[in-house]
C-alpha cells in the first residue's frame, strides 16, 4: 500500500470534473465542519468521485450497518450546477502524525489543482470549553483581500482569535495553497468542544452560504441542534435518556 492513494470512481479532472472552489469538511471538534460539508453534499445532492486511503490514518476499518469492514478513508464529491461547481473533501479521519498532515495536506491539493481550484474554504469549530446558545463564526484568510468578503457575509476576523493557530488541514490547506496561488478562507463556528454541535454548524452553514452565493436550508441542521439541546436538558435535570430519545436525534 502506498503511503496516500487516490483514487477516482467513474470521472477524473480531465473528464470534467472541474470546480474554482475546494470545501474541506473533515472531522474536527464538534464535528462542525463535516457536519456543515455533509449537509451541503446532501442538499445539493454531490456525487463521491474520488475515495483517498492513506497509511497516516488510524489503523483501523469502519464496520457499516450490515457488519461489513472498509479501511477508513477520505472522499471527495463534486457538484456540478447551472451556476456553481464545488469539491468536497469529508472523511472519517485526520491524519495521526504531524508529518501525515502536511503530506495529505499536499495531497488535497494536488487533486484541487487538477480540478482548477483557485479558492478552498476550510470549516471547523472553535472550541470555547462552555455551552453556546448563539454561536459565532469566526473566519482567517491567507490574504488580507478576502477580509472584506467575509466579515460582510457575517464572520468575526480577529487577531486574536482562535487563540494559539488553526491546526490540521482546515489551517494546512490555506498556508500550503498560498504558494500554489489560492485563495483560502477558514470558518470557525463557536463550539464547547465536548459534543457533536450542529447548532454551530447551522450558524456556519448561514455565513457560507453567503460566501457561496446561494440558498441552502438549514432546517434539518436545526432539528438536530434541537434534538441535541433536549437530551442535554434531560441530563442536567438529571432525566433518564430513552432508546426512543437517542433515536430520534440520530435519524
Known amino acids: 500500500m502506498d503511503d496516500i492513494t487516490i ?34 453534499i446532501r442538499e445539493l445532492g454531490a456525487g463521491k468521485v474520488a475515495e483517498i486511503e492513506s497509511i497516516f490514518f488510524p489503523p483501523q ?34 491524519a495521526t502524525s504531524a508529518e501525515g498532515h502536511y503530506l495529505l495536506a499536499d495531497a488535497y491539493l494536488d487533486v484541487a489543482e487538477a480540478c482548477g481550484v483557485q479558492r478552498v474554504y476550510t470549516l471547523g469549530g472553535y ?53 500554489r496561488g489560492m485563495e483560502g478562507i477558514c470558518l470557525m463556528g463557536e463550539t464547547s468542544g465536548y459534543l457533536v454541535d450542529p447548532r454551530s454548524a447551522a450558524s456556519l452553514l448561514r455565513v457560507l452560504s453567503g460566501l457561496l452565493g446561494i440558498e441552502i436550508d438549514p432546517t434539518l441542521l436545526e432539528q438536530r441542534a434541537e434534538e441535541m439541546e433536549f437530551m442535554l436538558q434531560k441530563l442536567i435535570d438529571g432525566d433518564r435518556i430513552s432508546q426512543d430519545d437517542e433515536l430520534r436525534y440520530f435519524v
Open 127 to 179: 472550541g470555547v470549553g462552555h455551552l453556546v446558545e448563539e454561536p459565532r463564526v469566526l473566519g482567517a484568510v491567507n490574504h488580507p483581500d478576502l477580509k472584506d468578503g467575509v466579515e460582510a457575509a457575517g464572520a468575526i476576523v480577529s487577531r486574536d482569535e482562535p487563540g494559539g493557530g488553526i491546526v490540521g488541514a482546515a489551517g494546512l490547506l490555506l498556508g500550503l495553497g498560498l504558494s
Open 7 to 40: 483514487r477516482f470512481i467513474d470521472r477524473t479532472p480531465e473528464d470534467g470534473i472541474q470546480a474554482p472552489i475546494l470545501i474541506e469538511g473533515l472531522p474536527g471538534i464538534g464535528h462542525v465542519g463535516k457536519l456543515v460539508a455533509e449537509h451541503l
Open 61 to 94: 476499518v469502519i464496520i457499516d450497518e450490515q457488519g461489513t469492514v472498509r479501511l477508513a478513508n477520505n472522499e471527495i464529491y463534486f457538484y456540478e450546477g447551472e451556476d456553481h461547481r464545488f469539491l468536497f473533501l469529508v472523511g472519517d479521519y485526520q
